[in-house]
């Protein structure tokens, strides 16, 4: 039987069209295992140099004194970034990070002023790096899971920290969001998911960039001597079986010395799409593909 030439071309489009269709919705970025606090190697550990550079000014570590802030021989996740504290008293064993709050308000008070406007004191905080360098892109990611045990009544600050690659130093940290409006901790398991929509803009009001991230802080640990347990990190992807948002609002504001802070004007909001929204998406993108194979089935109807 003779087929058209033209009828050939346009059976090879909508073919090629469907194809791209669905490797389109297949290219995603899953979950990456940030840490499970599995026994540490040797390579786990970095060891930090006797001077480090910020905004052009050369800082020394004191390392070669045994007085490094933090420990010079640094603990390292599975990124290969590293964790620093300061009055968070960090004990690592296998499975498991505890992190005990302590007031260290006279160190910590007004630590880095200019990258926190409009906060209250720090007394106390925690990091992750998703890489050694302090400039890591978060923008392949959708947000970030930590499995956690958080002590009844207990609360902190969540944040992100801005990087300036242009003058290699620190920029204006992102909003601040209290664990307790993502979770109510009560003393067993659980799992804390954050988006990084909640983290959009600064102290400032200003847009956040996602793609120069310096670390992800927990700041005011509160009360004091209270201790947190982690057990899971993880950078959530974007394939549509990654895990989705936990919905909460946001704290209200507090600037008593020794609360978590919240820094003023914080927006009120939820994490992540509105599921109807995600199942538009989904439903339009069936709706292409079946569109695309109902015109093949027609054309080669017409030929038969």
Not at 55 to 67: I, N, R
Not at 103 to 118: K, T
Not at 245 to 254: C, E, I, L, P, R
Request: with cysteine; charged share 15%; net charge neutral.
């Amino acid at each position: 039987m003779f087929v058209p030439a033209v009828l050939v071309a346009f059976l090879a489009t909508f073919s090629h069209a469907l194809h791209n269709s669905v490797v389109v919705k297949r290219a995603c970025q899953p979950d990456v295992l940030v840490d499970d606090f599995r026994p540490r190697t040797p390579s786990m550990y970095r060891q930090q140099p006797l001077q480090i550079v910020q905004a052009g000014v050369s800082t020394p570590t004191y390392c070669d004194q045994g007085l490094g802030f933090n420990g010079c021989n640094k603990t390292l996740n599975l990124l290969g970034g590293d964790y620093g504290d300061s009055g968070a008293a960090e004990i690592m064993t296998e499975g498991r990070l505890t992190l005990t709050a302590q007031d260290l308000n006279a160190i910590n008070a007004r630590l880095e002023d200019a990258a926190r406007p409009n906060s209250s004191d720090t007394i106390n905080y925690w990091f992750t790096k998703f890489n050694w360098e302090n400039d890591f892109d978060l923008t392949v990611y959708s947000g970030f899971e930590m499995e956690m045990i958080a002590p009844a009544g207990s609360d902190f600050n969540i944040t992100l920290t801005q990087w300036l690659p242009v003058s290699n130093s620190r920029g204006i940290d992102s909003k601040y969001r209290l664990l307790s409006s993502y979770i109510t901790p009560n003393g067993k398991p659980q799992t804390l998911r954050i988006m990084w929509t909640d983290f959009s803009t600064n102290l400032l009001g200003q847009p956040f960039d996602l793609v120069h991230l310096k670390d992800l802080t927990l700041v005011n640990l509160a009360p004091i001597g209270a201790v947190f347990t982690l057990t899971k990190l993880t950078l959530l992807g974007t394939c549509t079986n990654s895990p989705s948002a936990v919905t909460g609002s946001v704290g209200t504001v507090s600037t008593a010395a020794g609360a978590p802070v919240v820094t003023a004007g914080a927006a009120s909001g939820s994490s992540g799409a509105s599921p109807a929204a995600a199942g538009a998406a989904k439903s339009g993108a069936s709706r292409s593909s079946s569109g695309l194979l109902a015109v093949v089935s027609v054309v080669m109807y017409l030929l038969c």
